[in-house]
């Protein structure tokens, strides 16, 4: 009877400690498909520019780019970023001095283009007319005039320019001119030029000096109309923006289009520029809108799709126990979508912020949320920790077979005990029978 219950003790460990790999195996084996998510972008535009890149005004998502972080010269784009200033340290009604140094700036100025060199240094011009030069007419003049104005001279300009731009995220430029007449170490990218597009336009006083297709302005009690060089404003969507050109930076041109309802960001550098009635950074433009506003998002990471691991906390026998830490598979519950582009390509990235719960509660509940980032963007997508019972019984198999070992030696001890005792209660009680027989 001993090895009877010594036999059957052993066999209920041994089958549970073989059971528990097995059904963890087949857990395994449904989900190691992996979908396929191949995709195909479509045509890309053909555009004369070197440099260019499309984003979502709304929700910051680069759609197109083409060598976007490649140092260019900005040219009179400058004046977006030398704008932003004049409004943030400025009033519309607010008088601003004629300065000398705005004087020896050559065409496109006001001075020249328009006042035949009259202007003097201590004339008057008003905050909002000096504004309307800039961004409509871009004259290099009106753009020393604002540095003057604010920081008193152009090297202090410079740096409060370049101060902005870090604080805007526009990290990779360095501005020394406010109106961009071509230095060799005055430079941006496309995405940086975008950022400070976006900021530009954010702006109420720029964004509605923007959108002007022509204003007056007084210059020494004279009454003149600037025309917007922006020469597709307001057609195929072109809300407001700002042109640029120079021999060394080419046509350039930074925009937001405005379709149904959807703005779109765009910015063309180093297009053709033969003379100013060239629209090669104009049809840029208007191509990579027109891409832009078609494209569609493809498959980034699909449903069921492995994004990644979690260490998550628990103790073998839930309340009690050492506290452990397991590594499970975090998968998607959705397709994550993208604009397919080399930006994106290189920092599109899904990220888990980690759980308080432990890895018994997550059996029950495996859902959870994940982040998927990239430049400039981020939005949060579902997930589930793909965690099983058969993966917490393997991380633990040694302690589970010993406790078991340990509760069927217990148990056998106990029958051992009990099967002890009751053959001695049979002895005495037949030693007593005996003994009692003899007496009679």
Same mark, same amino acid.
């Given at each position: 009877?001993?090895?009877?219950?010594?036999?059957?003790?052993?066999?209920?460990?041994?089958?549970?400690?073989?059971?528990?790999?097995?059904?963890?195996?087949?857990?395994?084996?449904?989900?190691?498909?992996?979908?396929?998510?191949?995709?195909?972008?479509?045509?890309?535009?053909? !555009?004369?520019?070197?440099?260019?890149?499309?984003?979502?005004?709304?929700?910051?998502?680069?759609?197109?780019?083409?060598?976007?972080?490649?140092?260019?010269?900005?040219?009179?784009?400058?004046?977006?970023?030398?704008?932003?200033?004049?409004?943030?340290?400025?009033?519309?009604?607010?008088?601003?001095?004629?300065?000398?140094?705005?004087?020896?700036?050559?065409?496109?100025?006001?001075?020249?283009?328009?006042?035949?060199?009259?202007?003097?240094?201590?004339?008057?011009?008003?905050?909002?007319?000096?504004?309307?030069?800039?961004?409509?007419?871009?004259? $290099?003049?009106?753009?020393?005039?604002?540095?003057?104005?604010?920081?008193?001279?152009?090297?202090?300009?410079?740096?409060?320019?370049?101060?902005?731009?870090?604080?805007?995220?526009?990290?990779?430029?360095?501005?020394?001119?406010?109106?961009?007449?071509?230095?060799? $170490?005055?430079?941006?990218?496309?995405?940086?030029?975008?950022?400070?597009?976006?900021?530009?336009?954010? $702006?109420?006083?720029?964004?509605?000096?923007?959108?002007?297709?022509?204003?007056?302005?007084?210059?020494?009690?004279?009454?003149? !109309?600037?025309?917007?060089?922006?020469?597709?404003?307001?057609? =195929?969507?072109?809300?407001?923006?700002?042109?640029?050109?120079? =021999?060394?930076?080419?046509?350039?041109?930074?925009?937001?289009?405005?379709?149904?309802?959807?703005?779109?960001?765009?910015?063309?550098?180093?297009?053709?520029? !033969?003379?100013?009635?060239?629209?090669?950074?104009?049809?840029?433009?208007?191509?990579?809108?027109?891409?832009?506003?078609?494209?569609?998002?493809? *498959?980034?990471?699909?449903?069921?799709?492995?994004? +990644?691991?979690?260490?998550?906390?628990?103790?073998?026998?839930?309340?009690?126990?050492?506290?452990?830490?397991?590594?499970?598979?975090?998968?998607?519950?959705?397709? *994550?979508?993208?604009?397919?582009?080399?930006?994106?390509?290189?920092?599109?990235?899904?990220?888990?912020? +980690?759980?308080?719960?432990?890895?018994?509660?997550?059996?029950?509940?495996?859902?959870?949320?994940?982040?998927?980032?990239?430049?400039?963007?981020?939005?949060?997508?579902?997930?589930?920790?793909?965690?099983?019972?058969?993966?917490?019984?393997?991380?633990?198999?040694?302690?589970?077979?010993?406790?078991?070992?340990?509760?069927?030696?217990?148990?056998?001890?106990?029958?051992? !005990?009990?099967?002890?005792?009751?053959?001695?209660?049979?002895?005495?009680?037949?030693?007593?029978?005996?003994?009692?027989?003899?007496?009679?």
């Amino acid at each position: 009877m001993k090895k009877n219950l010594i036999l059957k003790a052993f066999a209920l460990t041994l089958s549970l400690s073989l059971f528990s790999p097995l059904s963890m195996a087949s857990y395994a084996a449904s989900n190691s498909a992996k979908p396929n998510t191949e995709t195909s972008s479509e045509n890309l535009p053909n !555009i004369k520019a070197e440099a260019a890149l499309t984003m979502d005004l709304e929700t910051g998502e680069i759609i197109y780019c083409k060598d976007a972080d490649s140092k260019r010269y900005p040219a009179s784009t400058t004046k977006l970023l030398t704008g932003l200033l004049l409004a943030e340290s400025k009033d519309k009604a607010d008088q601003l001095e004629y300065t000398k140094s705005a004087k020896e700036q050559p065409e496109y100025s006001l001075n020249l283009n328009y006042m035949h060199n009259t202007m003097q240094p201590g004339d008057k011009v008003t905050s909002d007319d000096i504004m309307k030069g800039l961004l409509l007419f871009s004259g $290099n003049d009106t753009a020393y005039v604002i540095a003057d104005n604010i920081s008193g001279d152009v090297k202090s300009f410079a740096e409060l320019m370049n101060k902005k731009a870090k604080e805007l995220g526009a990290n990779n430029s360095n501005f020394v001119t406010p109106n961009g007449l071509h230095d060799p $170490n005055h430079y941006t990218t496309a995405y940086d030029l975008s950022i400070i597009m976006k900021a530009a336009f954010a $702006n109420p006083w720029e964004r509605e000096t923007m959108e002007l297709e022509k204003a007056p302005i007084t210059l020494k009690n004279s009454r003149i !109309i600037l025309e917007n060089r922006n020469l597709t404003l307001g057609k =195929n969507g072109n809300l407001a923006g700002k042109t640029g050109t120079t =021999n060394e930076a080419g046509g350039c041109l930074a925009t937001v289009y405005d379709r149904d309802g959807r703005q779109l960001i765009g910015i063309v550098l180093k297009s053709r520029q !033969i003379d100013n009635a060239d629209m090669t950074k104009f049809n840029d433009m208007d191509a990579i809108m027109d891409y832009s506003y078609g494209a569609k998002k493809e *498959v980034y990471k699909a449903n069921g799709e492995s994004v +990644g691991t979690a260490d998550v906390k628990y103790k073998p026998f839930i309340l009690f126990g050492p506290t452990k830490t397991i590594s499970v598979p975090i998968k998607l519950t959705q397709d *994550v979508n993208y604009y397919k582009n080399a930006i994106n390509d290189s920092e599109s990235q899904i990220t888990y912020k +980690g759980t308080d719960s432990t890895a018994w509660s997550l059996l029950f509940n495996k859902n959870t949320k994940l982040t998927y980032s990239t430049r400039n963007h981020s939005e949060e997508v579902t997930g589930s920790v793909d965690i099983s019972l058969g993966s917490i019984i393997k991380d633990n198999l040694i302690i589970y077979i010993s406790t078991l070992v340990g509760l069927a030696i217990i148990v056998t001890l106990i029958a051992l !005990i009990k099967n002890a005792a009751s053959n001695s209660r049979r002895k005495n009680k037949n030693y007593y029978s005996r003994s009692n027989r003899r007496r009679r």
